[in-house]
T-cell receptor, first 113, second 113 residues
Framework: AQSVTQLDSQVPVFEEAPVELRCNYS??????LFWYVQYPNQGLQLLLK??????LVKGINGFEAEFNKSQTSFHLRKPSVHISDTAEYFC???????????FGAGTRLFVKA | EAQVTQNPRYLITVTGKKLTVTCSQN?????MSWYRQDPGLGLRQIYY???????DKGDVPEGYKVSRKEKRNFPLILESPSPNQTSLYFC????????????FGPGTRLTVL
């Protein structure tokens, strides 16, 4: 079965430190990969997506992610986080020609002063 | 403003009392979907619709119904709610094509007593 695994349920980090949120997926077919962010009491919004081409994808708010086909990973990174980055982050996968999007369980990022 | 709206935002009800959560989008999107979000489980798809009068089950459809009579609306119906349907519900829409991002509503927090 297709699945998405976010390896950390919670990540605490100090302000201005770098952060990496890890995501692995299971697939033997072509995939599209997404990271969404959910701020408290809000719906999800897109941070970035990988469709094809360059494996390094840049998104909003200084985030970037790297697609690694051999490792089936799509880790999210930011070189210096702000308090305002405190939120829950979801990795998601959809498949070429498919209708479903499969979401990971989410990673809560806590940025401390 | 392009958006997905849901009503109500908060609802407390009792077991067995039928309820409907409405969802509407103003972006002329073909695809709409309902998810439930539970702690540690991420988002799980309940039902989706590829276009008017075309719907299909997601991963957790038991206890839910949907309809798509108009392109903009995709209501979620709980005919006989039970406490295990207490959750945070999100409606989402996107253009045709699984490579397109989804746009999410603000969420409906449902409590079934």
């Amino acid at each position: 079965a297709q699945s998405v695994t976010q390896l950390d349920s919670q990540v605490p980090v100090f302000e201005e430190a770098p952060v990496e949120l890890r995501c692995n997926y299971s697939s033997s077919v072509s995939v599209y990969l997404f990271w969404y962010v959910q701020y408290p009491n809000q719906g999800l919004q897109l941070l970035l997506k990988y469709l094809s081409g360059s494996t390094l994808v840049k998104g909003i708010n200084g985030f970037e992610a790297e697609f690694n086909k051999s490792q089936t990973s799509f880790h999210l990174r930011k070189p210096s986080v702000h308090i305002s980055d405190t939120a829950e982050y979801f990795c998601a996968v959809s498949y070429t020609g498919g209708f479903k999007t499969i979401f990971g369980a989410g990673t809560r990022l806590f940025v401390k002063a | 403003e392009a958006q997905v709206t849901q009503n109500p935002r908060y609802l407390i009800t009792v077991t067995g009392k039928k309820l409907t959560v409405t969802c509407s989008q103003n972006m002329n999107h073909e695809y709409m979907s309902w998810y439930r979000q539970d702690p540690g489980l991420g988002l799980r798809q309940i039902y989706y619709s590829m276009n008017v009068e075309v719907t299909d089950k997601g991963d957790v459809p038991e206890g839910y119904k949907v309809s798509r009579k108009e392109k903009r609306n995709f209501p979620l119906i709980l005919e006989s709610p039970s406490p295990n349907q207490t959750s945070l519900y999100f409606c989402a829409s996107r253009r045709e094509g699984s490579y397109n991002e989804q746009f999410f509503g603000p969420g409906t927090r449902l409590t079934v007593l």
